[in-house]
């Protein structure tokens, strides 16, 4: 009865739930991580980005008047306002207060109305839940304000500020737009280059006929096991011996070598299955292999050709350990995105925001390509495997 005609198997509902499950693991670490690039730091350590509409619960750090706020009243200096709307960054009048405290060990102290007294220095403090404060002291104010955490429902908020911050920060430390550009500088060429040489060799290793080709072929899926550790240093010894060195020229032939054999494989099986009767007759009319090349190959095997085309990009924007190696780094000029990632971890660890939003703009244009030439992605990669 399961092989009615109609009726569909119980293992197609199974496949269908576990693509799905994939594309949600997938998919929820970069929807939050979109989400994540556009909040403040205060919204991310406070609330994860699935409450990002929702109002979140925020302990802010704010400051009352200070000397230049205050009278002086029968030997008692006041200071009035609102921490709400006053001072550099006040957070707005549509806050709700729930507690507040004058010390970093107990943040929410005091309950709104409450009276908070600093026995140490003579001064006396009350919030209300509009934001309005009174200030006390029997001694003289110092300039700045006195210190006070509030515990506030602060509703939700988006910024752009992150994205200012990490594109056009005029320290080139924080700023990920020369990187951004490095990393294309890096990736294009690095993309192109592979690409074109390896469609020749395919096209050489399919349809034309010398000694030694099966020995080409058999050493071309030999080189796809070797390690790419293996060969960074002893590759980087012969750059620095022929007088090529560190620079984008290295990195160019370090990716170029590393993507050839996968790149002259893929594209072999692909030729190798196009119509022979085109060949032929194509060869029958009079015309070269660079014309059977150019005009009919190279077309038809447009789909391998995109296919390897988004790993190869993917693979050279993601790569870290080979422009740690074959780049000159150490003034920033060259530096790649994945690089600039690793120094904002070291340089700004609690600044979550800064590194969401700098790891967005790094996958941004991978997701890109990804997306725009995915179609052909699939029909490249079982190139040669059906006949």
């Excluded at 001064?123 to 001694?139: I, N, Q």
């Excluded at 119509?275 to 009079?286: F, L, W, Y």
């Excluded at 996958?363 to 390509?369: D, E, G, K, R, Y």
């Amino acid at each position: 009865m399961d092989n009615i005609a109609g009726r569909k198997s119980s293992l197609v509902w199974t496949v269908q739930l576990a693509t799905l499950a994939l594309v949600a693991l997938w998919l929820f670490p970069t929807v939050g991580l979109l989400v994540s690039s556009f909040r403040t730091a205060d919204q991310i350590s406070s609330s994860g980005w699935w409450k990002s509409l929702t109002a979140s619960e925020q302990v802010i750090q704010l400051r009352t008047g200070g000397k230049d706020a205050a009278r002086e009243e029968n030997g008692l200096w006041i200071v009035k306002g609102n921490l709400l709307t006053e001072g550099d960054t006040p957070p707005g009048s549509d806050v709700e207060i729930t507690r507040f405290g004058v010390s970093s060990k107990a943040v929410d102290a005091f309950e709104i109305g409450d009276e908070a007294v600093f026995s140490k220095d003579s001064k006396t403090f009350t919030l209300l839940k509009d934001g309005s404060y009174r200030l006390t002291s029997t001694k003289e104010l110092k300039s700045r304000g006195q210190r006070v955490f509030v515990t506030a429902v602060l509703p939700p908020e988006f910024t752009l500020k992150n994205y200012e911050q990490v594109l056009l920060s005029g320290d080139t430390t924080d700023s990920m737009a020369k990187a951004f550009f490095n990393t294309l500088t890096v990736t294009i060429p690095a993309t192109i280059i592979p690409i074109v040489i390896a469609a020749f060799a395919a096209y050489a290793l399919a349809w034309m006929e010398f000694p030694g080709r099966s020995l080409l072929i058999a050493a071309v899926v030999a080189l796809l096991v070797v390690p790419l550790q293996l060969a960074l240093i002893p590759l980087l010894k012969l750059h620095l011996g022929i007088g090529i060195g560190k620079g984008y020229l290295g990195v160019w032939l370090a990716h170029t070598g590393f993507g050839l054999p996968l790149a002259i494989y893929l594209l072999r099986n692909y030729m190798a299955g196009l119509p022979r009767d085109i060949i032929e007759n194509a060869k029958v009319d009079g015309a070269t292999d660079f014309q059977v090349f150019t005009k009919i190959v190279l077309p038809l095997s447009f789909p391998a050709l995109a296919s390897f085309a988004i790993f190869q990009f993917l693979w050279t924007w993601n790569d870290l350990l080979v422009a740690k190696v074959f780049l000159i780094d150490a003034t920033g000029e060259t530096t790649v995105m994945t690089n600039q990632i690793v120094e904002l971890l070291g340089t700004r660890g609690g600044n979550w925001e800064i590194l969401a939003t700098a790891a967005f703009v790094s996958i941004a244009v991978p997701l890109a390509v990804f997306f725009a030439m995915q179609r052909y992605l699939v029909r490249g990669l079982l190139a040669g495997s059906v006949k």
